[in-house]
Every structure is written in structure tokens, then in C-alpha cells.
């Protein structure tokens, strides 16, 4: 007999996540990888938003618990109108995947993609 | 009293300003093992004279706190920078004390130096807000699309800040420093062994040109 096993993903676009708030979005995101679902933003985060991440992933890290995260992102994208750039609002996140520590390993990265396993504990 | 004293602080305070050197705080970035700490060492012992920055050891998060000299005057390039040198511990997005055991650490010492990672990372984070500037250190003979290394070059493009990319263990069979400057174009590198000093004037030529 051949079990198989589930793994949630979840794909948040990037609409949802232009009304939140920074720490809404670290919020969410570590709330949902703790429980072990894979997290792939549209639009991903913007750079001060990702060391906010890191930076409550390294709070919540336990022992035989959560170990912290996985994240993939390509390197920001410089877009936008001259104004945008002027006030340095042209960095645009790009699409991110996040997930447990112990579940997702990245195989290969590069400027134009992201190939990601997941493998599904016991 | 009042009026001489206040005075003299004044006019020493405008003689600083006008003669003053160069001068910047700069962070050691990079991911666990890049040889961050080995780079500091280095600099502070080819400009300062002085002791050595920390202890380097082939287990990952060896520096756990951030570690600052300051002072460090680099003469290059015929100009003069004083720098105020931050070394910060490996950033990482996972700690598992698992792989401390795996190079030897007792269960006991493995937890407790996962602890002090995870307390280094979120400090090496929070000098982000406090720095001039960034060398960010990678090991050349690794991938450099690492998280860690986009994260860091986004925050500083963001901040506007200057970043210098350092393309480390280039004496290494298996090093590609051109694999990094191919990942990330549009910052300045320099290939260095900063544990053999080679190249090591053409990184202190580009510190003088990038942060002075």
C-alpha cells in the first residue's frame, strides 16, 4: 500500500499583500511556515521587509521545533517612474517562496529561476 | 568660565571639522563561514598593529556578537580613510544545532551555541541601521545566489548606501569569482584570499575609492 503524504502550499497574491502592513505580512508568513505550508508571494517583499523576517524567524527558532526558514527570492527589480525613483520607492519585491527549514531545500538559483524539493516529514 | 570654556570647545570642534580624515563605519556582512572574521583580522593587522579582531574556526557561527575597532586608518590610492570596522556575525535564515554536532559539539555546547547564533543574527541586523557603508563577504568556491547575500544587497541598494562585494578563498581550487561578479553585475568586487593576503592592496584601493 503506498501512503502518501500532503503538503499545503500556499499562494498569496499580490494584491492581498499590497494592503497589508509590513509586520502583518511577517506575521502571516511565519504563521503559516511553522505549521509546514510552503508560501509563495506574487509580488515577494520588499528588502527592509525580508531582514524583518529573518530577524523574527531567529525569535521563534526552537529546539526539535522550528529550526527557522527557507526563503527564495530573486534580487530586486529597479522599476518605476522617475518620482518613484527620486524617493527610492522603485526597489519592487519580486515572487518569493518560503518555507520550513526542514522541508524545502533549493536545488538551483539563478537570475531567472528558482527550482525548489519539498520533501514531506513523517 | 562659562563663555571661555564654550569657546575653546567651538573653535577645537571647528579645527576637527576642517582637518579631519576621511572617515566611514563599515560592516562585515555575509553568510556563515565566508571568512568575515579572517578579512577583519587581516585589515586590523595590516593597518592597526594591534590584536587580532576574534577567533576563526571552521565551524559555522563562530562570531556569535558583533565586534567593532575603530581607528583603522588605510592609507591608498595616495588618499587617507579612517574606518570604524564592524565585524557581524554569519546572517542565516535557519539554526539547527544538529549541524554543530556534526563537527564534533557535545548536544549541550551545539544548543547553546545555536542560541548565540540566532541572538548574532538578529544583531548583525540590527547595525544595518547604523552603518556607512557595506563589504560584503562571500566564498567564492559557493553559489552566490544565497538569500542572505540578496537580502543584503537589496537592503543596501534601498538605503542608498555604498557596497563593496568581496570575492573571498580565491586560492581555492574550485573558486569563481566571475560567477559572482556575473550574479551580481551592478556592484563593484574584488577577488581576494584574505587568509593568504592576496590581492589584498586592490581591496584596500577600492575601500579608499568606495567609502572615502
Known sequence: ?122 | MGFISGFKESLGGWIKRIFKKKRAKIGLYGPPNAGKTTLANRIVHDWDEDDSFGEVSPIPHETRRAMRKEGVVIDANGSSIELDIVDTPGMATKIDFKEFMAYGLSEMEAKKRAKEATEGVIEAIKWLDDLDGVLLVMDSTEDPYTQVNVTVIGNMEARKLPLLIVANKMDLPNASPARIKAAFPQHAMVPISALEGLNIDELYQAIATHFG
Not at chain 1, 509563495?40 to 524583518?52: A, I, K
Open chain 1, 1 to 122: 500500500m503506498i501512503f502518501m503524504r500532503e503538503v499545503q502550499m500556499d499562494l498569496i497574491s499580490g494584491e492581498k499583500l499590497e494592503k497589508m502592513t509590513s509586520m502583518e505580512k511577517v506575521r502571516l508568513i511565519l504563521d503559516k511556515v511553522k505549521t509546514g505550508r510552503i508560501v509563495v508571494l506574487e509580488s515577494g517583499l520588499t528588502p527592509d521587509e525580508e531582514v524583518r523576517l529573518i530577524e523574527m524567524t531567529m525569535t521563534e527558532i526552537r529546539v526539535d521545533e522550528f529550526s527557522g526558514i527557507e526563503i527564495e527570492s530573486y534580487p530586486s527589480k529597479k522599476e518605476g517612474s522617475f518620482l518613484d525613483k527620486l524617493f527610492g520607492k522603485a526597489l519592487k519585491g519580486r515572487m518569493t517562496v518560503i518555507g520550513p527549514a526542514n522541508q524545502i531545500r533549493t536545488i538551483e538559483k539563478d537570475k531567472y529561476q528558482i527550482i525548489t524539493k519539498v520533501s514531506v516529514g513523517d
